[in-house]
């Protein structure tokens, strides 16, 4: 990958050369091929959607296309673990994820002071830094997700690195390489979040992933998601996830149903096929599981909140759909 790791003339020609470099992403073509476009060029990247359409996957995706050990050895280009490494017997990963939220601190990030370290080797002895999780990326991928939930401070921690591909620890006046692809991710419906700075999201390319792009393609995630325990025909399938869909389109939600709420409809309405004794789901089954599943993952606007609830926004709009000739 040209002007990131040196490992990654290996990882470069898989991108250019495999058909389906993210086999685990059902749909999201356009995302797709912009990743590949910004990985090729080494740039950082933040995955901006709704929760539950494969920003996680997909980062593990790349890291599985990372060259293992054995083909780092045979390229001349390869990043060999430096002294300081192994003198801090860091190990290495190629997918380390780091979860956002308002207490994670820089230190998690960087590393910091162990004080059993700094009684045994002293506290001016480098072998008394523990390194954080971003050396433990170096030569992978680390995967930061709900970025914009992290305070700015943690945000700063990063930006050395995102730019030199190195931290230096303050302590010590000793620079550590940390060379990785940086895949960050954001949920433009959280609204409990921080803001990014400009200096800091300057640094990033910006990928957009949204719900599956036809009822087809959602089929077929949740087919291949989801747990198959009951005969789930087709008709009622499509029902299922019509129904789903098109509450994203209600104007009264705030916070639309993901597709794991899909994918939720699809088992809980099989379970109940097995509740009543048969091996056959039917209408009643998705019907009698949508409030459970649905209700909780939306959220009415604030003009629709004084004149329903979720649920029975759920029951309200399930018979308005089947009345429609939504059961095909």
């Known amino acids: 990958m040209a002007g990131a790791m040196g490992i990654n003339g290996e990882f470069e020609r898989r991108l250019l050369e495999q058909s389906d470099c993210f ?10 091929r912009q990743l590949k476009s910004a990985l090729l060029t080494g740039r950082h990247v933040i995955i901006i959607g709704p929760p539950g359409i494969g920003k996680t996957t997909l980062a593990k995706n ?3 296309l990372l060259p293992g050990k054995a083909d780092a050895a045979n390229n001349k280009n390869s990043i060999s673990e430096s002294n300081i490494y192994a003198k801090l017997r860091i190990k290495t990963e190629p997918f380390v994820r780091v979860q956002g939220s308002p207490d994670l601190a820089a230190e998690d990030l960087i590393g910091d002071i162990d004080p059993v370290k700094a009684l045994v080797f002293g506290p001016a002895s480098i072998e008394a830094f523990t390194p954080g999780k971003i050396f433990r990326a170096n030569g992978g991928v680390l995967f930061f997700d709900e970025l914009n939930r992290c305070p700015e401070k943690v945000q700063n921690s990063l930006l050395q690195v995102l730019e030199e591909k190195k931290a230096t620890i303050g302590s010590y006046s000793v620079d550590i390489d940390a060379d990785f692809i940086f895949i960050g991710t954001m949920n433009p419906q959280d609204t409990s979040t921080e803001k990014l700075s400009d200096v800091f999201i300057d640094r990033f390319d ?3 992933m949204g719900y599956p792009e036809s009822d087809e393609v959602e089929e077929r995630i949740v087919v291949e998601k989801g747990k198959r325990i009951a005969q789930f025909s087709s008709q009622l399938l499509s029902l299922a996830v019509g129904f789903v869909r098109g509450l994203r389109e209600n104007r009264k939600l705030g916070k639309l149903p993901s597709v794991r709420a899909t994918i939720g409809l699809y088992e809980r309405s099989q379970a109940n096929a097995l509740l009543r004794g048969s091996n056959t789901v039917s209408v009643e089954d998705i019907r009698t599981a949508a409030v459970s599943v649905l209700a909780h993952r939306m959220e009415l606007k604030p003009s629709a909140k004084f004149l329903l609830s ?5 029951r309200d709009e399930f018979s308005d759909f089947m009345k429609k000739g939504g059961y095909r």
């Not at 086999?23 to 797709?32: C, F, L």
């Not at 979720?310 to 759920?314: D, I, K, R, S, Y």
């Open 310 to 314: 979720a649920e029975q926004l759920v």
């Open 23 to 32: 086999p685990d992403i059902i749909g999201q073509e356009e995302a797709k």
């Open 62 to 64: 790349v890291a599985r």
């Open 206 to 208: 910006i990928i957009q």
